[in-house]
């Protein structure tokens, strides 16, 4: 089993529509959970972070985070063609600071 | 603050060569890591340091591969000798005690 684990798409959505992404982790005592966007060519950037239980908003995202299922979610409301991009899931392990990705889900916001 | 800068950003080498990797992480950053990219593998940690000390290399691919970190701001990520194998992107990215980790702008090795 991977450590962190991801659809790799491609995930198509229409463009104003909700793109969901889930992210699923194997260590149950990971504590910081993040998501990176990733357009070709270009380095990870950080999108949404988020350390407790619950739903976090940030714009047109929304990170869900449920430590129980050990899965981890992004929303991105209104998707645009800008939102096109691989979005990686980043988790931190419970021990050390080791910070391990999942192989990133596609996405593709079409006109 | 500039963020983590990395350089080159691209390196042209001959299979043999040796290859030098460089880093500098975001200043009062305490964790830099080591990433590797590549289509078929996606983003791997090859390998982490916490106060300028090395916590975990097992993802260091083979014994070519070595990194050092002789202070808080600057580690060298080298491949010697460098194979064709070894083409991809090589990130180099820093956090603050488990925090949000920013990457730099990635060196594009190309091993011929």
Redesign the interface.
């Known amino acids: 089993q991977k450590e962190v684990e991801q659809n790799s798409g491609p995930l198509s959505v229409p463009e104003g529509a909700i793109a969901s992404l889930n992210c699923t982790y194997s260590d149950r005592g990971s504590?910081?959970f993040?998501w990176?966007r990733q357009y070709s060519g270009k380095?990870?950037?950080?999108i949404m972070?988020i350390y407790s239980n619950g739903d976090k908003e940030d714009g047109r995202f929304t990170a869900q985070l449920n430590k129980a299922s050990q899965y981890v979610s992004l929303l991105i409301r209104d998707s645009q063609p800008s939102d096109s991009a691989t979005y990686?899931c980043?988790v931190?392990k419970a021990a050390?600071?080791?910070?391990?990705?999942?192989?990133?889900t596609r996405v593709l916001v079409k006109p | 603050d500039a963020g983590v800068i990395q350089s080159p950003r691209h390196e042209v080498t001959e299979m043999g060569q040796e290859v030098t990797l460089r880093c500098k992480p975001i200043s009062g950053h305490n964790s830099l890591f080591w990433y590797r990219q590549t289509m078929m593998r996606g983003l791997e940690l090859l390998i982490y340091f916490n106060n300028n000390v090395p916590i975990d290399d097992s993802g260091m691919p083979e014994d070519r591969f070595s990194a050092k970190m002789p202070n808080a701001s600057f580690s060298t990520l080298k491949i010697q000798p460098s194979e064709p194998r070894d083409s991809a992107v090589y990130f180099c990215a820093s956090s603050q005690n488990r925090e949000k980790a920013f990457f730099g702008q990635g060196t594009r090795l190309t091993v011929v």
């Not at chain 1, 050390?96 to 990133?104: A, S």
């Open positions: 504590q910081s993040f990176y380095s990870p950037e950080l972070f990686l980043a931190f050390g600071n080791k910070l391990t990705f999942g192989g990133g």
